[in-house]
């Protein structure tokens, strides 16, 4: 489960996502996006602000997910109403399955469906794989995350890196987490969304992808 940070590019070879930050603009600042990669995205986190790729504007809010589209764009971002916090990834990524945010908590009352597990849990976050590989970038709170039965403390700015097949997971939360996730393109048996041994078959993990 290899762990990079915002702005760090270290990332392993086998991941399609190379490089990434967790920006966050004051209320009316303005940041040009210097072009790093093939493919690009940036996923807003918090705040409002005005995202221009090209000659299109487009007004941006939690969870606005935009991507280039021609290889002589780039992104500008400003600020509007008070400070934006945003996602940028970078990489040489062919296709997406998904992408997005999502959010971890506490839970009392747990209703998962993932794997057994035989850590400590605390949260209704399943332990589950992927036909693809998946990214989790942080941008607010803290807690443990779990991948190839490794634990690992993560707070904002961290990305964790899941390659395809290996069992992932959130169990623990200090304070709730916000995180974007990113899926490439689907492999294997190419099915979709979190599978789980007990009903989608034992996992192959991709054993070079750590």
């Known amino acids: 489960m290899p762990i990079t940070k915002s702005g ?3 990332a392993p070879a086998w991941c ?3 490089y990434f930050e967790v920006v966050t603009l004051a209320k009316g600042e303005t940041r040009d996006f210097v072009r790093r990669g093939k493919r690009e995205k940036i996923i807003v986190g918090t705040g409002t602000c005005e995202i221009r790729v090209g000659d299109e504007v487009v007004a941006g809010e939690f969870k606005t997910n935009v991507d280039l589209q021609n290889d002589s ?3 500008a971002v400003r600020a509007l109403n008070g400070p934006a916090t945003l996602v940028w990834m970078c990489g040489d990524w062919e296709t997406e399955t998904s ?3 999502f959010q ?3 839970s009392d009352e747990r209703e998962d469906k993932g794997d057994a597990v035989d850590y400590a849990k605390e949260t209704s976050f399943d332990c589950h794989y992927h036909d693809c590989d998946e990214y989790w970038i942080l941008y607010e709170g803290s807690g443990v995350a779990v991948s190839e039965g490794k634990s690992h403390e993560v707070g904002p700015g961290d990305c964790v890196a899941t390659g395809m097949g ?3 997971d959130f169990p623990i939360v200090h304070e709730a987490v916000k995180s974007v996730y990113f899926e490439t393109g689907l492999e294997g048996e190419g ?3 979190h599978l789980w041994d007990h ?3 034992v996992a192959v993990p991709q054993a070079e992808r750590v």
């Open 73 to 75: 764009d780039h992104f």
């Open 191 to 193: 099915r979709r969304g």
């Open 199 to 201: 009903t989608h078959g």
């Open 16 to 18: 399609g996502l190379s």
């Open 104 to 106: 971890v908590g506490k």
């Open 99 to 101: 992408s997005g945010i």
């Open 166 to 168: 290996f069992h992932h």
């Open 8 to 10: 760090e590019d270290n």
